[in-house]
Each structure stands twice: as C-alpha cells, then as structure tokens.
C-alpha cells in the first residue's frame, strides 16, 4: 500500500489517462502506418514504433498497479509536532548554515526541483518523527549532514 497526497493521486490519474487516451492510440497509428510500407523485417519505423509501444504498456500497467495500491491521506488528520509523510520541514545544515526546506511525499511524487524528497530517502528517513529543535546526522553520498529542524508545517 502506498500512502500518497490527493495532488500526488490526481498527478498519477492524469498521466495514465495521457498515456491511454493520447500517447497509446498515437503509437498504434503509427504502427499502422509504418505496417502500410511493407517490408517489415527490415522496416526501421515500424520496430521503433512497436518499442514504443511496449515502453507505454508497461508505464500504463506500472501507474495502474500504483493507483489499485494508493491511498490517500486525509491531511487534516495529520499533525505538525512531528515530521511524517506531506510534512514541510524547513531545516538548517548545521555544518554549512544553510537553509533548505523539504516536503516528505510517496516515493512516486518525489520531485526535488519542487523540494519534495521521497521517504525513503536518507533525509526524510532521518527526519521521521522528530520534532522541531531536534538535530539529526544523516550519512549522505558526501558525507554525514548535521541538520536542525527549524519548524514543521502541513
């Protein structure tokens, strides 16, 4: 079971219903008119067309699978003394006083250029159920990270 945000949910449903609707029916004419042009045993056009089918069944079946597994959380249920999945932690590096803040998200709505990391990261992983004041060492690929938590937010 994977828990998710609604937003993260409607993300999902939205590029499912792209790659069926949209992505899929395109490849398939194109398919058919690559099969037009006979030959194709040596047909560069029609292989290529047909990977990229493969490659778009086996996204759809992949967020199929995600969708039957979600669950949403009510984040009105949730609280902020303690960091947890949807929390936004803003946070200083102690070792180089520099501020970051991150949102702890599924692992399918990770996006670091909009600071959400994964929790299954080696951050969000540290940070879980820690609370504001609290430090934590976190062993990152360049080293172990001081980080203290400044304040948690929904």
């Known amino acids: 079971m ?27 004419d194109a398919i058919a008119e690559a099969r037009d042009k006979g030959d194709l045993s040596e047909n560069f056009e029609y292989h290529a067309a047909k990977r990229e089918q493969a490659r778009i069944l086996g996204r759809i079946r992949f967020k199929q699978r995600v969708l039957e597994n ?10 902020s003394e303690k960091v947890g999945l949807l929390s936004k932690v803003e946070m200083t590096n102690i070792d180089r006083n520099a501020r970051m803040t991150y949102t702890i998200v ?14 299954k990261s080696p951050i ?3 940070l879980l159920n820690k609370k504001v004041g ?7 690929p360049i080293g ?3 980080l203290r938590i400044e304040s948690i937010t929904l």
């Open 134 to 140: 609290d430090v934590v060492e976190v062993q990152v």
């Open 106 to 119: 599924s692992p399918h709505e990770a996006n670091l250029r909009e600071g959400k990391i994964s929790i």
């Open 124 to 126: 969000a992983q540290a």
């Open 2 to 28: 994977e828990y998710m945000s609604q937003e993260g949910y409607d993300k999902l449903v939205a590029e499912l219903h792209q790659l069926e609707s949209v992505d899929l029916p395109q490849v398939r």
């Open 70 to 79: 979600a669950r949403v959380i009510n984040t009105s249920l949730l609280g």
């Open 144 to 146: 172990v990270q001081k």
